[in-house]
């Protein structure tokens, strides 16, 4: 999916100098094809890669982060988080 895409799709801006898919974003930041359960963090949300083979990214799980609360605990950012992410894939 083109970081575009889902921009428009949460209503944000999400913009790498270097990436234009969600697959690229995440190589991009960590400089190697990841296997399953590994994510970044970026402009506050959370990539975490569900599914993955050696060569490529297949699906991605969005989700907005947390912020420290005005209280002991933490409150999660208002907004909808985006499900599965699906790559067909993983060029920058």
Do not use: C, W
């Given at each position: 999916m083109r970081l575009s895409d889902?921009?428009?799709?949460?209503?944000?801006?999400?913009?790498?100098?270097?990436?234009?898919?969600v697959a690229g974003l995440i190589l991009e930041e960590l400089h190697h094809i990841p296997r399953r359960g590994e994510f970044i963090s970026?402009?506050?949300?959370?990539?975490?890669?569900?599914?993955a083979d050696a060569r490529r990214i297949k699906l991605v799980a969005?989700?907005?982060?947390?912020?420290p609360g005005p209280e002991a605990g933490e409150r999660e950012?208002?907004?909808d988080?985006?499900?599965g992410v699906r790559e067909s894939e993983s060029e920058t």
């Amino acid at each position: 999916m083109r970081l575009s895409d889902l921009a428009d799709q949460l209503d944000v801006e999400l913009e790498h100098p270097n990436a234009e898919t969600v697959a690229g974003l995440i190589l991009e930041e960590l400089h190697h094809i990841p296997r399953r359960g590994e994510f970044i963090s970026y402009e506050g949300y959370r990539f975490t890669v569900v599914a993955a083979d050696a060569r490529r990214i297949k699906l991605v799980a969005v989700e907005r982060e947390r912020l420290p609360g005005p209280e002991a605990g933490e409150r999660e950012q208002t907004g909808d988080p985006a499900a599965g992410v699906r790559e067909s894939e993983s060029e920058t």
